[in-house]
C-alpha cells in the first residue's frame, strides 16, 4: 500500500510546522501549505535535520482561489489527500463591545472559513474513495469564552460547531473528523497577538487578566510537538475520538467548565480584585495563573 498524502496547512510555523515533521517521520507523504515558500526556510532545515521531506504548495486559506489553485496542485502531484489537518489560524483579541463586525469576519475568514474551504476541496475525492480524515484544529478558547478575545473565541467555538457537524455529515462515506484543542503551545502566534485596544479605557482588567492568563501558559507551554503526536494519533487509530484536548490547561478548563454552574461563571467575571479573580480561577479550574 502506498504512503498516506497529508496535507497541514500553515506549516511553516508552531503546530503546522511540528505536525509536518511529525506525520512526514510515521512515513507520511506530506505537503505543507505554506503563504510564501521563499520565507519557508526554517521549515526545510528542520525537516532536514529530522531526516524527513515536506513537499511545499503556496495557498492562502483566506482567498478562496488561492485554496482552489492549491488543492488542484495538490491531487495533480500527488494523485489524492488521505489526510487534512487545517491548522492555519491567527489570534484575535478585543471585548465585544470594541470589536468591529469586519474584525469579527476577518479572523473568521481564516479561522473558520479557511477550514471549510479546504474541507470543500478534499471531501469529493475522500467521499469517491471511501475513506479520510480531516483535523481540525480550534482551542481551548472554542470551549470557553476566553476574555478579551471575542473575534478569536467566535471563530474558534464555531469551528467546534461545524467539526461537530461535519463529523455527522460524512461518517456514512467513511470519512472521520477529529477536533484537537490545544491550551497554550509554544508558538509564534502568542508573539503576534499582544493587542488591547481599550478604547473606552473601561477593560483594563479584563484584558489584564487576558494577558495574565497567557503569561502563565507561556511559562508552563507545552512543545508544539506534543500536540503533532496526538494529530498523528487520530489520523492512525483504531479507536477514534471526535475531540482530544492537549497542552497547558486545556483538559482542566475544559472540563471544570462543563462541570460549573452558569452563575459561578459570571461571577468570575464580576470579581473586582485580580488576587481574588487569580484565586477563583484556580479553585475552579485547577489552573494557577499567579506570577
Not at 500553515?10 to 505537503?31: C, Y
Not at 474551504?117 to 470557553?144: D, K, W, Y
Amino acid at each position: 500500500m502506498s504512503a498516506p498524502v497529508s496535507v497541514v496547512t500553515g506549516a511553516n510555523s508552531g503546530i503546522g510546522r511540528a505536525t509536518a515533521i511529525r506525520l512526514a517521520a510515521a512515513g507520511h507523504v506530506v505537503v505543507g501549505t505554506v503563504r510564501s515558500i521563499p520565507k519557508a526556510d526554517k521549515l526545510l532545515s528542520m525537516a532536514e535535520a529530522a531526516g524527513v521531506g515536506i513537499e511545499l504548495v503556496e495557498l492562502d486559506v483566506a482567498d478562496g482561489d488561492s485554496v482552489r489553485s492549491g488543492f488542484a496542485e495538490i491531487i495533480d502531484r500527488f494523485g489524492r489527500v488521505d489526510h487534512l489537518v487545517n491548522n492555519a489560524g491567527v489570534g484575535g483579541n478585543g471585548v465585544v463591545e470594541e470589536t468591529s463586525p469586519k474584525q469579527f469576519l476577518d479572523v473568521m475568514n481564516v479561522d473558520l472559513c479557511g477550514a471549510v474551504r479546504c474541507a470543500q476541496a478534499v471531501l469529493p475525492q475522500m467521499r469517491e474513495r471511501g475513506a479520510g480524515t480531516i483535523v481540525n484544529i480550534t482551542s481551548v478558547a472554542g470551549c470557553f469564552g476566553a476574555m478579551a478575545q471575542a473575534p478569536y473565541v467566535a471563530s474558534k467555538w464555531a469551528l467546534e460547531g461545524v467539526s461537530e457537524e461535519l463529523a455527522l455529515e460524512v461518517a456514512p462515506f467513511g470519512i472521520r473528523v477529529a477536533i484537537i484543542e490545544p491550551g497554550v503551545t509554544k508558538s509564534a502566534i502568542f508573539a503576534k497577538n499582544n493587542d488591547a485596544p481599550n478604547e473606552s479605557g473601561a477593560y483594563d482588567a479584563q484584558y489584564r487578566r487576558m494577558f495574565g492568563f497567557y503569561a502563565a501558559g507561556i511559562r508552563q507551554a507545552t512543545p508544539a510537538e506534543e500536540v503533532a503526536e496526538v494529530i498523528l494519533h487520530a489520523i492512525e487509530t483504531d479507536s477514534p475520538q471526535l475531540r482530544y484536548s492537549v497542552s497547558w490547561a486545556a483538559s482542566e478548563i475544559i472540563e471544570g467548565r462543563g462541570r460549573m454552574a452558569e452563575g459561578d461563571w459570571v461571577a468570575l467575571g464580576a470579581l473586582d480584585s485580580d488576587d481574588a479573580y487569580v484565586a477563583r480561577f484556580n479553585e475552579l479550574f485547577g489552573v494557577d495563573l499567579s506570577s
